[in-house]
């Protein structure tokens, strides 16, 4: 008599995701929290052309999930796609290892990790969204834990990779972001059994080598074009406008071609959207005028009560939003799951509206810090506060948008909706490397009085920003309350039909 193997819990198949997306986040923000300095100091770009330069790569980086979202839902498998995505993010990170003052060869290697990016995040995202299908508060509880996983990540390797490359170099620090994925990658081969029941379509069939070329070809083109797209800043900036006419028209198309019953959660994930997009110029300051900002107007010691406990590097600043959000996730994903139970969860509207309040409080921080700066650097307390209310405000918007891609799109959207989302963030990531250039230090501006006005100035006017978009997500409320209504609606309705109509089929 045949056994059958007992099935795996959602805790087991969520930790195999969530390691992996360890790994990766490892190896990203390893090579982020360098890039922006490797371009000022090793390559001698001047602000503006290092902040456009890293705001088209992270656009491209954002965009590249609308294609590999795809592929994974209809070619080669949601976890097959994934897989394939993080060896090639390996190569990328080992190509920016090989020591050379080239920019185009920079540019290749850079077009490497828009590719694997491409074809593993959005498929990652997907299987966590598989995982706790159709129960909501396990999913905004489950993406924020997930996020989480970004932020340990994303912790050491900030933390570890500037250290590295004042004692051994740029190009062991960039090694090291390899092989965080190859870790993730031995991992995975010891667990990746318990996804063996989660995935899309293809993934229940042996690879068809030819779409599998196909796609690997594709990359391949594609590296290029990214290469290709570095160089000419005129061609970036229209390929970002052009990207984002056309994720427009694809909610359109999909809203008008949509059934009824899918209309109200299509138009509530493109509301929430829009305000992600303008989250996301917020979090690219992060590693534009932050992370120079930190470099020329921030002071290196960390004290307490006056007693010196050491010293940070400009690159490591960038930890303390990992730092902050893995404190600040569990209290956050704990009090989803205990008021939705209670049915007094708030809104994801609701929250993405106290998100843009926070964010606000944090860039005002940053702002009227500069006051009290001494000889033209703030103490590292006033960028620890900020960094922490930012930190918050990133936790109840963009840690939640996936939740909100998964709460709001049908199944049969997903992996592609997955992507959009990413193309409409790598949008406002390039309108953000734009208007950190607000904050751009000529070469020629050594005295830290005078670039410390430019970037506090920049700040306040970024909290006003943010003060905008609270009131828009607050006037916007009441429609998305009756848009998410209307969706609940509809999907209890398809649930109580789905088993009679499954009990009408058998007989």
Request: with cysteine; aromatic share 14%.
């Amino acid at each position: 008599m045949a056994t059958m193997n007992p099935p795996v819990s959602q805790t087991r198949s969520f930790s195999t995701v969530f390691l992996i997306e360890l790994w990766e986040r490892f190896g990203y923000y390893g090579m982020q929290a360098l890039m922006i300095y490797f371009m000022v100091e090793r390559l001698g770009f001047d602000d503006d052309k290092a902040n456009l330069t890293w705001g088209a790569f992270t656009a491209l980086v954002y965009a590249a999930p609308a294609i590999g979202g795809w592929v994974g839902d209809q070619l080669l498998g949601t976890r097959r796609t994934m897989m394939i995505g993080a060896c090639i993010l390996a190569l990328g990170y080992g190509l920016l290892s090989v020591p050379t003052d080239s920019q185009y060869f920079l540019y290749c290697a850079l077009g490497v990790v828009v590719v694997g990016n491409g074809l593993f995040k959005p498929n990652a995202g997907n299987l966590v969204r598989k995982i706790y299908e159709g129960d909501d508060s396990k999913i905004d509880s489950a993406f924020t834990l997930y996020y989480m996983a970004v932020n340990i990540g994303s912790t050491v390797s900030i933390l570890l990779t500037p250290w590295i490359k004042d004692h051994w170099g740029w190009n062991v620090a960039f090694a090291v972001c390899m092989g965080g994925l190859i870790t993730g990658l031995i991992n995975y081969a010891f667990m990746f059994r318990t996804l063996s029941h989660i995935g899309s379509p293809p993934d229940k069939h042996p690879v068809h080598k030819g779409k599998l070329a196909a796609v690997l070809g594709t990359g391949v083109v594609t590296l290029f074009v990214v290469a290709f797209i570095l160089q000419h800043d005129a061609v970036a900036k229209g390929c970002v406008y052009f990207a984002g006419v056309v994720i427009l028209a694809i909610f359109a198309y999909l809203i008008a071609k949509s059934t009824r019953s899918e209309r109200s959660g299509l138009i509530a994930a493109l509301v929430l959207t829009v305000q992600t997009l303008l989250f996301f110029i917020f979090y690219q300051q992060m590693s534009t005028s932050l992370a120079l900002f930190a470099l020329r107007n921030v002071s290196a010691e960390f004290s307490i009560f006056g007693i010196h406990l050491f010293d940070w590097l400009p690159a490591q600043y960038q930890a303390l939003n990992p730092l902050w959000i893995m404190v600040l996730s569990p209290i956050l994903a704990w009090s989803y799951t205990y008021f939705g139970k209670r049915g007094k969860d708030l809104p994801i509207a609701g929250k993405f509206a106290l998100g843009f309040a926070v964010v606000a409080i944090g860039f005002f921080i940053y702002g009227v810090g500069g006051r009290f700066a001494v000889e033209g650097r703030v103490s590292s307390w006033i960028m620890i506060w900020g960094y922490g209310s930012y930190s918050l405000g990133e936790l109840l918007v963009s840690g939640l948008g996936l939740a909100m891609i998964a709460r709001y799109v049908p199944e049969r959207m997903g992996g592609f909706m997955m992507g959009a989302y990413y193309v409409a963030t790598g949008i406002s990531q390039y309108l953000g490397s734009v208007i950190a250039n607000l904050a751009s230090i000529p070469k020629d501006m050594t005295n830290p009085m005078e670039s410390l006005a430019l970037y506090t100035d920049l700040f306040n006017k970024l909290g006003f920003v943010a003060v905008g978009g609270t009131v828009l997500a607050i006037i916007l409320l009441p429609m998305m309350k009756r848009l998410s209504a209307t969706h609940s609606e509809h999907s209890q309705a398809k649930t109580a039909t789905a088993p009679a109509s499954a009990e009408a089929a058998a007989e």
